[in-house]
Every structure is written in C-alpha cells, then in structure tokens.
C-alpha cells in the first residue's frame, strides 16, 4: 500500500488542523492505521493508532483529548483531527500501515512522506 499525507500547515497555538492519509490499493481496510511524528532533533515519536474497522483508538498521553484518529475505509483515507495544538506539537507527521496495533514504528510495513505542522506561539 502506498501512503499521502496531507493538510499540514502553519497554525497558532489553540488552533485546528485536520491531517489526511490517502492510501492506494483495495487492501486499506485490512490495515491498522497508525501517526507519528517528528519534532527537529528528536526521534519519531507514536501519535495515534486505529484498527482495521475504527472501532478502537489509541493515543500518546501527550495528545489524548485534543487529537482524534478516525479512518473511511471507503475513501480508503485515515484522518487526524488535531485540536487545541500547542508549539511543542509541531513536528513532520507521518502516517504509517502496519497488521496490528502498536504504538512501536517497528509494526508498521508502509509509510507515508510526511507533512510539516508548525504551531506558533
């Protein structure tokens, strides 16, 4: 499966963005889907993951209650909905497919190119 994140951009601490995965192929259904990101000089870190139907969720500490994953397998797309963000969120965010859940880069197959959020103060 191949992975295009979208909707990066350059937002003010408390504002809104909404980040897109599309994915090719049939198989996007059969994937759990997964965010991470990167801040400048640190390591990938997990964001949030989803399974296969949407219909469990997991989140870092540090995002939980102001991001939300969600997936339309039908639009074969995976979504970060990123609330009340703060300029520690900003980091290139990846989306990433992988057979089960995890919260490790290492049970993710595919990954996508990434797109820049920046968050000003």
């Known amino acids: 499966v191949q992975l295009q994140a979208s909707g990066g951009g350059l937002v003010q601490a408390g504002g809104s963005l909404r980040l897109s995965c599309a994915a090719s192929?049939?198989?996007?259904?059969?994937?759990?889907m997964g965010w991470f990101r990167q801040a400048p000089g640190k390591e990938r870190e997990f964001v949030a993951t989803?399974?296969?139907?949407?219909?469990?969720?997991s989140w870092a500490d540090s995002v939980k209650g102001r991001f939300t994953i969600s997936r339309d397998n039908a639009e074969n797309t995976v979504y970060l909905q990123m609330n009340s963000l703060k300029p520690e969120d900003t980091a290139v965010y990846y989306c990433?497919?992988?057979?089960?859940?995890?919260?490790?880069?290492?049970?993710?197959?595919?990954w996508g190119q990434g797109t820049q959020v920046t968050v000003s103060s």
């Open positions: 989803i399974n296969r139907t949407g219909g469990y969720a």
């Open positions: 990433a497919a992988g057979r089960v859940i995890s919260t490790r880069q290492e049970g993710y197959d595919h």
């Open positions: 192929g049939r198989t996007f259904s059969s994937y759990v």
